[in-house]
């Protein structure tokens, strides 16, 4: 019996960094069970370069990549998502638009590399941070038994990701 293919939307305002980032992330370690978007209320309109940049330097594809709106996946064309997650808390406080089949969300705050500031190591070292935060997130959630799990249980591991401490894991 396959698995069936789950919609994630990763929300956050300017979809320009950490939105970015999960939908990459996501679209590879999901290995073929997740499709991933990304969208910001209030997009940007461009990707952050540095954002580019790290997903180029640890080899992804990046032709995906590009800032746009969360009324685009509300729309009766769009695809209908499975699972929302915010990834900034400007997004988590937002009133988002009613998602049709009502998937389930959770809130996975990650800080804003694009707000840092000093050299480009110093700016590279805050986008790869939030790489690492979103990886180890994205990842325990792709390996869980989602079919298997009911509604509740599984809600409860989504906020229980949101809520991880964000520390350095042994690979």
Not at 35 to 40: D, I, P, T
Not at 86 to 92: F, G, K, R, S
Request: charged content about 20%.
């Amino acid at each position: 019996m396959t698995e069936p293919l789950y919609n994630v939307l990763f929300l956050c305002t300017g979809n320009s960094a950490r939105s970015i980032l999960a939908e990459a992330i996501m679209n590879k370690v999901g290995n073929g069970m997740f499709k991933a978007y990304s969208a910001g209320s209030f997009p940007k309109g461009e990707v952050h370069p540095v954002a580019l940049e790290l997903l180029r330097n640890l080899n992804y594809d990046t032709s995906f990549a590009r800032s746009k709106s969360w009324d685009e996946f509300a729309g009766p064309d769009a695809p209908q998502m499975d699972f929302v997650f915010t990834v900034c808390d400007n997004a988590a406080n937002e009133v988002c638009p009613v998602w049709p089949g009502r998937p389930m969300s959770a809130h996975w705050g990650v800080p804003d590399p694009a707000e840092a500031t000093g050299t480009k190591a110093e700016v590279m070292v805050a986008f790869t941070e939030a790489y690492r935060m979103l990886n180890n997130r994205i990842s325990v959630f792709a390996n869980l038994p989602i079919s298997s799990l009911e509604k509740l249980v599984l809600q409860k591991h989504l906020d229980d990701i949101g809520a991880t401490e964000d520390k350095e894991t042994a690979e």
